[in-house]
C-alpha cells in the first residue's frame, strides 16, 4: 500500500510535473473569471520552473545530503560484502542500459575487486506500478557484473524490492549477516541518509559508501547556474522527492531518525 501510494502522490506532486500541471490549470483558468488570479499563479509556477532549471537551487538542495556520509577508504580493512541499491540500471533491446546513478555500478565493481573475499549484493527488482514487468534491475546487474569480470558465485542478486524499504530488508534475509562482518553500502551520495536509516531499521549494520554525487562539494554549488535546464530540474527533482522520502520514511516508522546520520 505504502509503495502504490507513494507512487500515485510523487507523479502529481513532484516539483516539476506538478509546476506544470499549475501552468496547464492556469491556462484553462485563463479563459474564465478567475483569469487574473491564474494570470498571476501561472508566472509564480513558470517562475519555479525557470529556478529549478537554471538556478543552483538543486545543488543547494542536495548538498547537505551528500555531505552527510563522507565516503571513506575503501582499501581499509576486509569486507564480508558489498550492497549496491537498484535504481541505476536496466535492460532494452536485450542489451544492458545504464542510467543516471550508473555510477553505483562501475564503483560496486571496483571494490569487489579491491575485496575478491566480497559477496556483491544487488538489491533491486522493478518499480513499474502500471507497465507489466518484463525484467528486473537485478537482471540487468547480472549481465552487467559479470560482463565486467566478476564471478558469477560472487553475485546475490535479490529481485523483488520496488523501494528503498524493500531493498534493506529482503538483502538482509538473504544474506544473513553475522555480527563483526563488514558490508558496505553503495547508493547515490544524495539518497545515502535515508538508506542508512532504513538499514539501521531493518537489522543490517552497513557502512555507508556514497557515490554518484550531484554537487562537487565546493563554495560554487551555492551560486553556479546550470548550463542545461534539463539537468537542473533532474537534480532538483531528486534532491526535493529525497528530502520528502526522509519525512515520509521517519513518519511511517521506517527509520529511527528524521536525518539519518553517521
Given amino acids: 500500500m505504502f509503495f502504490t501510494l507513494s507512487k ?9 510535473n506538478f509546476v506544470i500541471l499549475l501552468v496547464g490549470f492556469c ?3 485563463s479563459f474564465t473569471r478567475f483569469a487574473r488570479a491564474a494570470h498571476w499563479l501561472g508566472a509564480a509556477a513558470a517562475l519555479g520552473l525557470v529556478l529549478m532549471a537554471f538556478s543552483p537551487v538543486g545543488r543547494i538542495v542536495v548538498r547537505p545530503l551528500e555531505d552527510r556520509f563522507p565516503q571513506q577508504d575503501a582499501a581499509r580493512g576486509p ?11 536496466g535492460i532494452a533491446r536485450d542489451d544492458v542500459v545504464l542510467l543516471s546513478a550508473g555510477a553505483r555500478i562501475t564503483k560496486a565493481v571496483e571494490l569487489a575487486r ?4 566480497a559477496k556483491v549484493v544487488f538489491a533491486g527488482g522493478a518499480a513499474n506500478l502500471i507497465s507489466p514487468v518484463t525484467h528486473t534491475e537485478a537482471e540487468g546487474a547480472r549481465l552487467m557484473f559479470t560482463g565486467l569480470g566478476l564471478a558469477p558465485d560472487r553475485l546475490v542478486l535479490e529481485d523483488k524490492s520496488r523501494n528503498t524499504l524493500e531493498n534493506a530488508v529482503f538483502a538482509r534475509r538473504l544474506v544473513d549477516p553475522k555480527p563483526g562482518e563488514r558490508w ?3 547508493t547515490s551520495a544524495w539518497h545515502m541518509p535515508r538508506s542508512m536509516g532504513v538499514f539501521r ?12 554525487y550531484l554537487s562537487e562539494g565546493e563554495p560554487a554549488d551555492f551560486v553556479r547556474p546550470y548550463g542545461r535546464g534539463a539537468r537542473g530540474l533532474v ?11 526522509l519525512l515520509a520514511y521517519w513518519l511511517a516508522g521506517y527509520t529511527d531518525a528524521l536525518f539519518p546520520g553517521p
Fill in 184 to 186: 558496505l553500502l553503495v
Fill in 27 to 29: 491556462a484553462m483558468l
Fill in 235 to 245: 537534480i532538483s527533482e531528486d534532491g526535493i522527492k529525497e528530502w520528502i522520502g
Fill in 114 to 117: 579491491l575485496h575478491p573475499e
Fill in 201 to 212: 531499521k531493518a537489522g543490517f549494520p552497513v557502512e555507508a559508501f556514497p557515490v554518484d
Fill in 8 to 16: 500515485l502522490v510523487w507523479f502529481v506532486f513532484s516539483p516539476v
Fill in 79 to 89: 569486507v564480508a560484502g558489498i550492497v549496491v541499491l537498484g535504481g541505476p540500471i
